[in-house]
């Protein structure tokens, strides 16, 4: 599974995207994982009280988990994730 | 007043008379300023069926309310007429340092009509107004023409002018102010250049007064703390500027590629924010009063396509770039820096050369149409190119001068202009985002995103994350965001405040500006007005609802690639619940209950 990253998150990770081989069945595993890895820089932009923060996108093959389960996404047959920062623009 | 300076001045251009108006307090608390005040005066004053680019097309410059003060990021002006391009009425909002200088001149609005019989420049220090000859100015660029006139004017003057494509009235030339800002859209500068106007400089001594300065302080130093706490409004914007939403938008699928074939393009991520920000950006920029500064001060060192300048925002990046399948960054930004020096809108441009570029390689189009122009997708040398003939009237770009769906049509094939109401549409791919489409098809300026910006609810997330997908709610909520932004417009506000603040945050900080009492859905109510009287104007120049429609290729034509693939935009079921949703009739009629309501009757 490729994980890619954008925005704010490649100064965080240091990388625009990274082929992830751990074990991750949900979005929570690895989101998780990625903040144990990353930290800080990392976490502040993707989770807030412990969900996910409501700003941030994350795209399964592009599909947003946001009101479609959230961490809880099963990343199962899931090719692409992309995560994205708070972003705004127009 | 507080807030307005009261006053409006009006130059025949034919005549020469200059005189002053009183600004009609009724109508600048129930139409604010800037967009709202510059269509209710086009509304009073002019056929809404006159030809945009004869002498009878008026056309007027507005800042708002909060132009002029320290309201955050209130550095915005409207101008204001009958669009060339669309037919429709038409506001073109820009930024800088413009609008703010047209209050301390001591001018709520400067409404010019006629024509003049020469080449004129307009000079307003604060009541002082004169017009003056600009043979010598006419033909050059817009630096040119801004750096002559600071010279023959003052420095601290501020700058709003035509470059050659508003003189020869290319059908989308923008008027650029301070040489970088541009009122870009429905084609402004070619009704400027119908009027042998070639600039206006203005320069004022005043400020603006303010009813309750304690309050202001304080309604404004919230909404302040509101923006840059925001992570967007307070951080994203500066980092990355609007062109950052390149890769979410492929990555959904609603990128449109090759003028709106598909909607992901494979190597967008060369033209996205992050590229830019690691390369080409030299510093943020921002407008008078701004905290946000998504503007992007930008240096090209290629010498292919060397220059100096501001740009490229994302409707830029992505009209330049993915719509004519071009993934070179330093083309993208070379064709921004010549539509600023020549004076064309980046938008319209992009889609136009996007549209020629799909005829071209269906074989519509040939070399002997183009004359030499290589139009092929991907062919970043020959867009440029495209770009510099259109601005300075040669070969092919005569042609292109008209817009897409003039140019389509005149080959057989108006299909294959991606515009609404014949205005090019933004980088938002109606298949993949339904509110978005019904925006466009609605828009009273044709294809344009920020009178509805949808993408922040059903993309961003912000303030909250709506399904993209569905359709159920969406007139609602187009409603909403097209009534709010025809607030925050007449406001002098930037849009991009929204992402921070809310109607209520307006409303406070205008009440304490102006002394009257506003609350958050008076402010909306405002827009809500401006959105219905512009709407009276359209329908009275001949649009019905037949014109509220977007590419049948978007409504018929299944998404052929990427994360969108199969799915199509479904803005025909959803005219009726939005027109109901808007208290219009079955034929998008506002009804007399609604005019009632907002006192339109």
Redesign the interface.
């Known amino acids: 599974m490729k994980v890619r990253y954008f925005a704010l998150l490649r100064e965080a990770t240091h990388k625009r995207e990274e082929e992830w081989t751990r074990p991750a069945p949900d979005v929570r595993t690895l989101v998780n994982d990625l903040v144990a890895l990353y930290g800080e820089p990392f976490a502040k932009w993707v989770m807030k009280d412990g969900d996910l923060y409501g700003f941030t996108a994350i795209l399964l093959d592009g599909k947003d988990v946001r009101g479609r389960g959230g961490l809880d996404c099963s990343l199962e047959g899931v090719a692409e994730v992309d995560i994205f920062p708070p972003l705004a623009g127009g | 007043m507080n807030g307005w300076m009261g006053k409006i001045l009006r130059v025949d251009l034919g005549s020469g008379k200059i005189s002053t108006e009183r600004l009609d307090p009724k109508t600048a608390r129930d139409y604010l300023g800037a967009r709202g005040l510059g269509t209710k005066i086009m509304w009073d004053e002019v056929d809404p069926n006159v030809d945009p680019l004869s002498p009878e097309n008026k056309l007027i410059f507005a800042p708002g309310p909060f132009s002029g003060t320290f309201a955050p990021s209130s550095g915005r002006y409207d101008v204001v007429t009958k669009g060339p391009l669309t037919g429709t009425i038409a506001a073109s909002n820009s930024g800088g340092s413009f609008g703010a200088e047209l209050k301390f001149a001591g001018w709520d609005a400067v409404i010019l009509e006629g024509k003049a019989a020469k080449p004129t420049w307009l000079s307003i220090v604060d009541d002082v107004v004169e017009l003056r000859d600009a043979s010598r100015l006419w033909g050059k660029d817009v630096p040119e023409t801004t750096e002559a006139l600071y010279a023959e004017a003052s420095e601290d003057s501020k700058v709003a002018c035509i470059g050659p494509a508003g003189e020869r009235m290319v059908l989308f030339a923008s008027i650029m102010n301070e040489m970088q800002r541009a009122a870009g859209r429905t084609g402004v500068g070619a009704v400027m250049g119908s009027k042998n106007l070639k600039a206006i400089v203005v320069r004022g001594s005043k400020g603006v007064k303010v009813a309750d300065k304690d309050a202001f302080v304080a309604a404004c130093g919230e909404a302040s703390r509101k923006i840059k706490e925001h ?3 307070g ?3 500066r ?7 390149v ?2 938008l492929n ?3 609603g990128l449109p590629t090759n003028n709106f074939q598909t909607g992901h393009f494979a190597n967008a ?1 060369m033209v996205g ?2 590229t830019l920000a690691a390369n080409q950006l030299q510093r943020p920029r921002g407008c008078f009063a701004c905290i946000i500064s ?1 503007g992007r001060g930008t240096k090209v060192t290629n010498p292919k396509y060397k220059g100096e300048g501001e740009g490229p ?3 830029t990046a992505w009209g330049f770039g993915p719509d004519c399948g071009i993934d070179d960054l330093d083309a993208v930004i070379k064709a921004n820096y010549i539509c600023n020096e020549l004076g064309l809108d980046t938008i319209s441009m992009g889609g136009t050369v996007a549209c020629a570029v799909e005829m071209f390689d269906k074989g519509i189009i040939t070399l002997e149409d183009t004359e030499g122009l290589d139009l092929r997708s991907g062919n970043a040398e020959a867009m440029v190119e495209a770009v510099r003939l259109t601005g300075i009237g040669e070969g092919f770009g005569k042609k292109l001068a008209l817009g897409s769906y003039r140019l389509a049509s005149l080959y057989g094939h108006p299909e294959m202009s991606m515009t609404a109401k014949k205005q090019e549409m933004p980088a938002y791919e109606p298949r993949a985002v339904q509110g978005i489409g019904l925006n466009y098809a609605t828009n009273n300026r044709g294809g344009c ?2 009178r509805g ?1 949808t ?2 609810p059903e ?4 303030p ?2 709506y ?2 997908d569905a359709t159920e709610g969406k007139p609602e909520l187009v409603a909403m965001f097209q009534n709010l932004t025809g607030a925050i417009d007449s406001s002098g506000a930037c ?2 405040t929204t ?1 921070g603040i809310g109607a209520d945050d307006y409303a406070a900080m205008l009440t304490a500006l102006t002394g009257v009492k506003y609350t958050g859905d008076d402010f909306v109510k405002c827009g809500e007005r401006v959105w219905n009287l512009e709407r009276l104007w359209n329908n009275r120049s001949g649009f019905t609802a037949a014109d509220d429609a977007i590419p049948e290729r978007l409504t018929t034509v299944p998404m052929p690639t ?3 693939k199969g799915a199509v935009s479904h803005v025909k079921e959803m005219m009726p619940h939005y027109y109901a949703v808007r208290g219009w009739d079955a034929e998008g009629r506002p009804t007399p209950e609604k005019l009632a309501e907002l006192e339109l009757a």
């Open positions: 992570p967007v409004g951080t994203g914007l980092l990355y500027g609007t062109n950052v939403l890769n979410i990555s959904i699928g991520d924010g992050e998504c925002e994302y409707e995103h920020v910006y993408i922040s993309v961003l997330g912000v909250v994350k399904d993209k849009l991009f992402f990427g994360p969108s």
